[in-house]
């Protein structure tokens, strides 16, 4: 418990520093502590140390976390592969704040209908995969503009920015190119002046490469390892 407190105050930190590297204001990003495999007590620790965004990747360990961590004010965010007809699920959930990863047409779909019936806007952003890798879900950046013309006039579904993930390397100089890529497909979207669609956010970094990520204009890091040590 003391490693998640000397953890998060070295990534606040860093946040810190690699903005003011770019001249941007560190209160433009927001560290999402990503919990998967994380116990309650973790995540309760973190919720202490002032953290309110936190991320998971799967539907029912993110089920299980709202239910045994009620009135932290937690803001919920699933930065994983979303199914289809657990969709459900998240429209359902008070404290599902953002969905990171839509990646397809039915899925968006399927978030506006669930939406309608449980009478609430859902925020989400669209994942790109600007990676050049073949094994990613997402978009390819060529996909993102006709996609949002088709889905710019869902009611119950708010698209707020894009995500991108960039693989694993050891120098994360290498990804770069990764996150510049979002950026340039964001401001290409914010010429066109698609009603209804905000370019808010860049969800964009993680334990590796989140500095990267920050000097290229992330809003939201997703940070897990980098707080709560080695998954088991
Ligand atoms: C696990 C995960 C993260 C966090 O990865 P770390 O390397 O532990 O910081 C970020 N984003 C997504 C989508 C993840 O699944």
Redesign the pocket.
């Known amino acids: 418990m003391e490693t998640i407190t000397r953890n998060l105050g070295e990534i606040r930190y860093r946040i810190a520093d690699a903005a003011l590297r770019a001249k941007r204001d560190p209160q433009e990003v927001t560290l999402v502590a ?1 919990s ?1 495999t994380r116990t309650p007590q973790e995540i309760k620790k973190a919720a202490e140390l002032g953290i309110k965004d936190f ?1 998971e ?1 799967r539907v029912q360990e993110l089920q299980e976390k709202v239910k045994a961590l009620r009135n932290l004010g937690i803001k919920w965010h699933m ?2 592969h979303l199914q289809r007809n657990k969709v459900k699920y998240l429209t359902r959930m008070e404290d599902c704040y953002l969905i ?2 839509v990646d397809s047409y039915r899925l968006a779909r399927m978030i506006d209908k669930r939406g309608r019936i449980d009478n609430r806007v859902m925020q989400v952003l669209i994942q790109v995969n600007t990676a050049d890798d073949d094994n990613k879900f997402g978009f390819q950046p060529a996909e993102v503009i006709p996609f949002l013309e088709k889905v710019m006039n869902l009611k119950h579904l708010k698209v707020m920015g894009l995500m991108t ?1 960039a693989p694993y390397v050891e120098d994360p100089e290498e990804v770069r190119f990764v996150f510049v890529r979002l950026r340039e497909l964001k401001e290409r979207i914010i010429e066109r002046q698609l009603a209804g669609i905000e370019m808010k956010h860049l969800s964009m970094g ?3 490469d989140f500095e990267v990520a920050i000097e290229e204009g992330a809003t939201l890091v ?5 707080i709560f040590g080695p ?1 088991r």
């Open positions: 990503v998967k991320g990747n930065v994983g990171h990863s993930m993680m334990t590796n997703r940070i897990g390892t980098g998954r």
